[in-house]
């Protein structure tokens, strides 16, 4: 399947719908104080950008780049609508947001996520795409929950 991918200015109602529902699922899926996800305000921030996954007029997936300044960029917010599923809407995205890091430079690509059933897709995506575990990064603390996933570009 083929997905119409732009920067989001986050305006939409099926983004800010889709954002909702990852927000809700990482806090569900998460211990208390172990979800890092950003909200819609976090999302509209200089130092991020957001594109979207589309088919036709329907949101597919969502997913944002981070930069760290220094060097380095994170992925952020990544969430396939669940129509969507399996589809390659979320690769899509994760490829948009590898290219992006590419073109500005970064050295590492990194992202934070959480360990369990609800993250296995996820990871499988990330690491297909050659990320792989390794060590905290940022101001992120390493815990029994929270994992670290990192692609050298």
């Known amino acids: 399947m083929s997905f119409r ?3 989001d200015d986050l305006s939409g109602e099926q983004t800010r719908e889709l954002l909702r529902l ?5 806090h569900a899926s998460s211990p208390p104080g172990h979800s890092f996800a950003l909200d819609l305000s976090g999302l509209q921030q200089p130092d991020v950008t957001v594109w979207s996954a ?3 007029e329907r949101i597919a997936a ?3 780049l981070k930069a ?7 992925v952020k917010s990544m969430r396939t609508h669940p129509d969507f599923l399996r589809r390659g809407a979320g690769a899509a995205v994760l490829e948009t947001i590898i ?3 590419l073109a500005r430079g970064y050295a590492r690509l990194s992202l934070e996520t959480g360990t369990g059933e609800a993250f296995e897709a996820a990871l499988a995506m990330y690491r297909k795409r050659g990320f792989e ?9 390493a815990s029994d929950f929270n994992q670290f996933l990192h ?3």
């Open 54 to 56: 589309w088919d036709g």
């Open 5 to 7: 991918i732009g920067r």
């Open 99 to 101: 290219a992006e890091a």
């Open 68 to 74: 760290l300044g220094d060097g380095n960029g994170e």
């Open 62 to 64: 969502v997913g944002a």
């Open 133 to 141: 575990n390794g060590e905290a990064f940022a101001d992120y603390v």
């Open 22 to 26: 990852h927000l809700q699922g990482m």
């Open 151 to 153: 692609l050298g570009l």
